[in-house]
């Protein structure tokens, strides 16, 4: 019996990586390859270590010449090797092979995987980073489907040796956590990083599919990522899918909105496309690189001191269903948001907001805890080629129209403001609505809770009836294709 002593906390018993590797070994059923690309066979090393892996282990495989890789698993349309897609013709060019080579009559009560990884590890000139896809495709039980766990991670490491240790650590960790935690997937993300710290690597991107996971919604597990803090920002794209940020953002010119969207208004709106009428039509920015992104910051996700993910999905679905890209962000300030977007592209941005957002901006108990204060945040945000597009309000005491000529920012601020204005930084949306300017979620979700009538008309066309179903009929979740995926944190 193991013996407790007064006072003693329950806490995780996290096993050491022999542990998992060796009950994996151990296991006579669990069968599988490995095929690593980019950053030698660091995963396969761990079972090879452990001992008893000739029960485990089929095969293990690098194709480390692209020539080799191409003929292999075929050639990208792209060219590129460190690649999703790459790595899903990894797992499925291995999976059939062992379904070919091991026959069921032989093997009957074997659990056949394949994990896989397609890797660039950081350059000489440690420039970049370095970035990788990870994955496996896998059963629960002897002739059943199979599931599949596909991730991205970027590497913070700046050395290739330290890199390489660390994607071999996350492989064992996967690989484990999809046989003995795949019941659990919000503890499986925590257990990724088992024996690895967060400034060694980021996952940002992950998805769950396969008849063990049919009650997973891969967007609250990219939720998890942020919450956890395994990444900073997670995207959907208008379809309402996971998608890699770096996919869409890569050398893009970008226009964001920040908002709290609960729900969607016609100011909203109104801000997106007026806000990006202008931006298309700057220099430098052309309508077919333009990527629109809506951000929700993860602090709006909050009640009462914990993340509402009912409330998260409302949003989310709402906005994917209007056609529009979502991020979930960690980032209070917005100069992170700016900063975020610069680690994937140069171009020219902008950022549309209301006239009480860049108030807030110039309010310097946002910035106490940099060493330069608002200064250093002010030079992270402007120094970009960025421009600010200020939609008009109506003040609500005296009914004048607030712009950027004439808002009131705090004293000590308005000269840093005048800079900026007088350099171009901040333009004001002069097409705007007058009649829709009184206009705000908070209004509207109270009017929905009441009952009152008439907010009907505040929220963008087709909106309200997605809303209305929701509340009347219950909830039942459907693909967002059939444009019904709206239903209001306060559902009675």
């Known amino acids: 019996m193991e013996i407790t002593i007064k006072g003693d906390k329950e806490f995780d018993d996290i096993p050491s990586l022999k542990t998992k590797a060796l009950r994996i070994n151990l296991n006579e059923n669990i069968y599988g390859t490995f095929a690593e690309i980019g950053a030698g066979q660091e995963t396969c090393r761990h079972f090879f270590r452990a001992g008893g892996a000739s029960g485990t282990i089929a095969k293990a495989m690098s194709a480390y010449d692209k020539d080799f890789s191409d ?30 080579r091991l026959t069921r009559d032989k093997n009957p009560n074997k659990i056949f995987f394949a994990y896989a990884n397609t890797v660039a590890t950081i350059d000489f000139a440690k420039q970049f980073k370095g970035h990788g896809w990870v994955g496996i495709k896998y059963q629960i039980e002897a002739g059943k489907e199979y599931n599949d766990i596909v991730l991205h991670v970027r590497f913070k490491e700046t050395d290739a040796r330290l890199q390489q240790e660390t994607l071999g650590v996350l492989g064992l960790n996967l690989i484990y956590g999809a046989f003995y935690k795949y019941n659990e997937p919000k503890k499986l993300l925590r257990y990724l990083y088992d024996h690895l710290d967060k400034d060694q690597l980021e996952i940002d991107t992950i998805n769950f599919s396969g008849p063990a ?151 310097e108990k946002y910035y106490r805890h940099l060493s330069g204060g608002i200064l250093e945040a002010f030079g992270k945000l402007f120094f970009k080629d960025l421009k600010v597009y200020l939609y008009p309000m109506l003040d609500p005491d005296t009914g004048e129209l607030i712009n950027s000529e ?16 007088y350099n171009g930084k901040v333009i004001d949306i002069k097409d705007y609505d007058e009649s829709i300017m009184s206009i705000f979620s908070r209004q509207i979700l109270q009017m929905i809770d009441d009952g009152d009538r008439g907010w009907e008309d505040m929220v963008p066309e087709g909106t309200a009836d997605l809303i209305k179903d929701y509340r009347l009929f219950g909830f039942t979740r459907k693909p967002l294709k059939t444009l019904k995926p709206i239903t209001l944190k306060k559902r009675k």
Not at 79 to 95: D, I
Not at 276 to 301: D, R
Not at 406 to 421: A, G, I, S, T
Request: charged share 30%.
């Open 71 to 100: 003929a292999i698993y075929g050639v990208e349309d792209d060219g590129r090797y460190v690649t999703e897609a790459r790595l899903r013709k990894m797992l499925t060019h291995e999976m059939n092979l062992i379904e070919k």
């Open 213 to 363: 996971f049919k009650n997973v919604d891969n967007r609250l597990m990219s939720l998890q990522l942020v919450r956890n803090g395994m990444t900073d920002a997670v995207m959907f794209g208008p379809d309402g899918k996971n998608i890699l940020p770096a996919k869409i953002l890569y050398k893009k010119n970008i226009l964001a909105l920040r908002g709290s969207f609960r729900p969607v208004t016609k100011v909203n709106m109104a801000m997106y496309e007026k806000s990006y009428e202008m931006f298309i039509n700057e220099n430098k920015v052309s309508k077919e690189n333009t990527e629109v992104v809506f951000e929700i910051t993860l602090s709006n996700l909050r009640a009462e001191g914990e993340i509402d993910e009912q409330d998260f999905m409302d949003r989310a679905d709402l906005l994917c269903s209007l056609g529009q890209s979502v991020m979930i962000s960690n980032f209070q300030e917005y100069y992170k948001v700016v900063e975020y977007f610069s680690n994937y592209t140069k171009a020219r941005m902008g950022l549309a907001m209301g006239v009480n957002n860049l108030v807030d901006i110039f309010d």
């Open 406 to 421: 004439n808002l009131k920012v705090y004293p000590r601020m308005k000269e840093l403001y005048k800079f900026f204005k």
